[in-house]
């Protein structure tokens, strides 16, 4: 029996877009390329929908926020809605404030943003928090707490703060595969909440 055929444009566009945003980047501190994250999100955000506006923003999630792509060239390419939702996703950075300085702040914000954020912005952003815990709890059964020193914070304590903060956030998810994982994965790490 043939495969059924899918209108996959938007998202290949997509990915090539993020491909060559991405380009020559590294995953901090992994040896491999940047660009295998947001795949994985991708692969993520499509065990909870086929909508290919939400597959191509879980591509892009990053672009914005870690590349010179403004969301500008997102609504310009990719239409309101993605950029809405790649917006969403986009941590916002303290004028004048480094990246451990502004941690806080920013994980605060973006906690704060993905509670009021709309159903699909939440499902984007629930693959990309997957993805990055998923390689959390790879790195944590292998380094332990030296893990993490790699972060611009390193106090295992904050990290719990933000992975369950954006667990509450998500928790409208709670009937997808990936949330129970995402909930899982932060139990493993972090202990069970009593």
């Given amino acids: 029996m043939a495969n059924k055929q899918i209108d996959t444009g938007l998202l290949d566009k997509a990915v090539v877009f993020a491909v060559r945003a991405h380009s020559g980047t590294e995953r901090r501190g992994k040896g491999f390329p940047y660009i295998v994250h947001p795949l994985e999100a991708v692969e993520i ?4 929908t086929s909508d290919q506006q939400l597959l191509a923003a879980a591509v892009l999630h ?8 403004t969301l500008e060239q997102i609504r310009d390419e990719f239409g309101d809605r993605v950029a809405s939702i790649v917006e969403a996703e986009s941590d916002k950075n303290a004028n004048g404030l ?5 941690w806080h702040d920013r994980k605060k914000g973006a906690i ?11 499902i984007v952003a629930l693959g990309d928090k997957l993805s990055n815990m998923r390689a959390i709890a790879r790195d944590y059964s292998v ?3 030296e893990l ?7 106090d295992k304590k904050d990290h719990e703060w933000h992975y369950r903060g954006l667990a509450d956030s998500l928790r409208e998810l709670e009937d997808t595969f990936a949330f129970k994982e995402f909930e899982t994965l932060i139990n493993q790490v972090f202990g069970t909440k009593e």
């Avoid at 990053?62 to 792509?69: K, L």
Wanted: charged letters at 35%.
């Fill in 45 to 48: 955000v499509s065990t909870m």
């Fill in 62 to 69: 990053d672009t914005v926020e870690d590349t010179c792509v």
């Fill in 98 to 102: 480094s990246a451990k300085d502004s």
């Fill in 112 to 122: 704060d943003r993905l509670a009021k954020a709309s159903r699909e912005a939440k």
């Fill in 143 to 145: 380094m332990g707490d």
């Fill in 148 to 154: 993490w020193k790699i972060f611009h914070v390193t």
